[in-house]
């Protein structure tokens, strides 16, 4: 009886709206080597991750390289950092915390988003800041 209703379930789902809002979703960018879409655009909002530059340089410069991928993949999306509306900031040493809001004051001239801060030991040699984002596209 369980094995009908979820037979039942999986077949339903298939007809649903929501089945075919999944159509919608587009890839913007995707990086064949790790496996992963670095800009997804889906329905009101687009996601972006994994922006980091400036390998090797200062936090500052590696803060700044971030946001400037950033506004490049949010660019093939028709849209700016004013879409922003929620960041993750990925650190290696969360010390480097401090520099972050004068960054942010510099590029969102007063439109902040939502922001939330990790810190990791995963990140490869050479890189201290990541952004990953999502963007409201209403």
Not at 47 to 63: D, H, L, P, T
Not at 91 to 103: G, R, T
Not at 122 to 134: M, P, V
């Amino acid at each position: 009886m369980l094995d009908l209703q979820l037979e039942n379930a999986a077949e339903s789902c298939y007809d649903s709206p929501r089945r075919n809002s999944v159509s919608g979703i587009k890839r913007l960018e995707v990086d064949e080597f790790w496996a992963d879409s670095t800009v997804i655009d889906a329905g009101d909002y687009v996601f972006v991750g994994y922006c980091m530059a400036n390998e090797g340089k200062s936090i500052q410069e590696q803060m700044d390289g971030a946001f400037d991928v950033l506004e490049k993949r949010l660019q093939l999306a028709g849209l700016t950092l004013e879409s922003v509306v929620k960041m993750d900031c990925l650190f290696k040493d969360i010390q480097d915390l401090h520099y972050l809001a004068d960054v942010i004051k510099k590029r969102f001239a007063g439109k902040y988003p939502v922001r939330k801060a990790f810190t990791s030991d995963f990140i490869r040699e050479g890189i201290r800041f990541q952004i990953d984002a999502i963007a409201y596209k209403g």
